[in-house]
């Protein structure tokens, strides 16, 4: 089965927080990316509620019950108890726990599974009871998988910043794009589902996937949400769709 495409709804979000207004509605663009064919939506509510507000998260899951039953939502997020209670309160088909500190910009390295594997531990196992699937992000290092799996995730998240960094540089995208396979081989041989996230785009997606024929999910928000101002969010939609072999 082709990757599946999770639109992330951050950047729409934080367009709209510039100002004091409802637009652009992220409940209304998601609906956009829904019809045109996302196979879900993800957000990261951090603290400081910059881009995603928690006072999201509710409508975002009415728009998927309601409308896309099909489709799955993905919640971000380092698991503060704050951040365990938005998921409990929302209840995502999946919940992504990230290492970010409150104050970074973005996601920029995945876990170091060994000495976080105390604290992760009871905290995936909290969220797998309450029903939900576990990914944790990852940074390409094909040692560093069976902690990981050790702690209780049913998925990594593969950290493809660096990847879609060399942009400019075929040799050493082309090289950062083995060791995201061997990390997704050697996940995959101990029964870890693999997904991918960060700087993907159009251009970068198929050798990518071709790589890693059974990667799960890529969640895709920034370049995503570029490409949409060019060719509106139904159409950069189905041109990342295309990308991952829908």
């Given at each position: 089965?082709?990757?599946?495409?999770?639109?992330?709804?951050?950047?729409?979000?934080?367009?709209?927080?510039?100002?004091?207004?409802p637009?652009?509605?992220?409940?209304?663009?998601?609906?956009?990316?829904?019809?045109?064919g996302?196979?879900?939506?993800?957000?990261h509510?951090r603290?400081?509620?910059?881009?995603?507000?928690?006072?999201?998260?509710?409508?975002?899951?009415?728009l998927?019950?309601?409308?896309?039953?099909?489709?799955?939502?993905?919640?971000?997020?380092?698991p503060?108890?704050?951040?365990?209670d938005?998921?409990?309160?929302?209840?995502?088909?999946?919940?992504?726990?990230?290492?970010?500190?409150?104050?970074?910009?973005?996601?920029?390295?995945?876990?170091?599974?060994?000495?976080?594997?105390?604290?992760?531990e009871?905290?995936?196992?909290?969220?797998?009871?309450?029903?939900?699937?576990?990914?944790?992000?990852?940074?390409?290092?094909?040692?560093?998988?069976?902690?990981?799996?050790?702690?209780?995730?049913?998925?990594?998240?593969?950290?493809?910043?660096?990847?879609?960094?060399?942009?400019?540089?075929p040799?050493?995208?082309?090289?950062?794009?083995?060791?995201?396979?061997?990390?997704?081989?050697?996940?995959?041989?101990?029964?870890?589902?693999?997904?991918?996230?960060h700087?993907?785009?159009?251009?970068?997606?198929?050798?990518?996937?071709?790589r890693?024929?059974?990667?799960?999910?890529?969640?895709?928000?920034?370049?995503?949400?570029?490409?949409?101002?060019?060719?509106?969010?139904?159409?950069?939609?189905?041109?990342?769709?295309?990308?991952?072999?829908?």
């Amino acid at each position: 089965m082709p990757t599946k495409l999770s639109v992330n709804l951050n950047a729409i979000a934080m367009l709209r927080n510039r100002r004091d207004l409802p637009w652009p509605s992220v409940t209304g663009i998601g609906r956009i990316a829904l019809a045109a064919g996302a196979h879900g939506l993800t957000v990261h509510p951090r603290p400081d509620q910059r881009h995603t507000r928690y006072s999201d998260l509710p409508a975002i899951r009415a728009l998927i019950d309601d409308e896309f039953p099909q489709a799955e939502f993905n919640i971000e997020g380092y698991p503060t108890e704050e951040f365990l209670d938005l998921v409990e309160k929302n209840q995502p088909e999946q919940v992504t726990l990230v290492p970010d500190d409150p104050s970074q910009a973005t996601s920029d390295h995945g876990w170091n599974f060994e000495e976080a594997g105390e604290f992760l531990e009871p905290v995936v196992r909290r969220l797998k009871k309450g029903g939900f699937r576990v990914s944790l992000f990852s940074d390409p290092d094909p040692q560093a998988v069976p902690a990981a799996k050790k702690v209780g995730a049913d998925r990594i998240e593969l950290y493809t910043g660096p990847y879609g960094g060399f942009h400019s540089n075929p040799e050493k995208a082309a090289s950062e794009l083995e060791r995201l396979g061997k990390t997704a081989d050697a996940a995959m041989a101990i029964g870890l589902e693999v997904n991918a996230g960060h700087d993907l785009v159009v251009d970068n997606l198929p050798p990518l996937v071709k790589r890693i024929p059974a990667l799960a999910e890529v969640s895709i928000g920034h370049g995503l949400t570029a490409d949409a101002l060019e060719y509106g969010m139904a159409g950069t939609v189905r041109r990342f769709l295309k990308a991952c072999g829908w």
